[in-house]
């Protein structure tokens, strides 16, 4: 089974388009993230959620939308896309504890023409 | 510059050799993990160390906090070509609200 799991894994669309990516996890963890690498693999948190709520929300343009629906759950919603977009986006849970391991998805690959 | 800097950028070695990698952050921290990703992968944990701790084992890993120089490495003993992947370590502190902070990584590269 997989821990977490989102979709889709490629997204290829043109700018202005408005595009969502979805994100599950089943392993009871309170905390959810997304992250986005860049083309040099820096990996820089967006957001982070706890039981439903937004406890970290770093410098992301408002385009930019998470949603929680329950703590299972954390989507990532973008609206008129940009070519500077395109990069792989990672959801992640884990533990809400210090030092929690974060466990990672497999990554959304978003291309923007 | 990022917390969590990782060094070097890349690293090529041959099977048998040992890889070393460094990391170098800013602020003061609880723990620091390391994680593996293979190409095309999401990010694997390998190992935590403790703000307290300055040296832990696991497996062929080895790592080493010095929290006086807000850095640590990583050493894999005896790699193998399934070791070549990408290695980030990131840090976690409660005045960033536990949030995990990512470095650039090292590729690493082990030729058979």
């Known amino acids: 089974d997989t821990a977490v799991s989102q979709t889709p894994k490629y997204l290829v669309t043109q700018m202005g388009n408005d595009k969502s990516i979805k994100c599950e996890q089943n392993l009871g963890h309170d905390t959810m993230y997304w992250y986005k690498q860049d083309s040099k693999k820096f990996l820089k948190i967006m957001f982070s959620?706890?039981?439903?709520?937004?406890?970290i929300n770093e410098t992301v343009p408002n385009r930019f939308s998470p949603k929680s629906p329950d703590k299972a759950h954390l989507n990532l919603h973008i609206n008129s896309l940009e070519l500077g977009d395109s990069a792989v986006y990672f959801c992640?849970?884990?533990?809400?504890?210090?030092?929690?391991?974060?466990?990672f998805g497999q990554g959304t690959r978003l291309t923007v023409v | 510059s990022q917390q969590g800097e990782e060094d070097p950028q890349a690293l090529s070695i041959q099977e048998g050799e040992n890889a070393t990698m460094n990391c170098s952050y800013k602020?003061?921290?609880?723990?620091l993990q390391w994680y593996r990703q293979n190409s095309g992968r999401g990010l694997v944990h390998l190992i935590l160390i403790r703000s307290n701790e300055r040296e832990k084992h696991s497996g062929r890993l080895r790592v080493t906090l010095d929290t006086s120089k807000k850095s640590s490495s990583l050493l894999i003993t005896a790699s193998r070509a399934a070791d070549t992947a990408s290695y980030f370590c990131?840090?976690?502190?409660?005045?960033?609200?536990?949030?995990?902070?990512f470095g650039g990584g090292t590729r690493v590269l082990v030729k058979p």
């Open positions: 990131a840090t976690d502190n409660k005045a960033a609200g536990n949030k995990l902070t």
């Open positions: 602020t003061s921290i609880n723990n």
């Open positions: 992640a849970s884990s533990q809400s504890r210090a030092g929690a391991e974060a466990f």
């Open positions: 959620y706890n039981n439903k709520e937004l406890i």
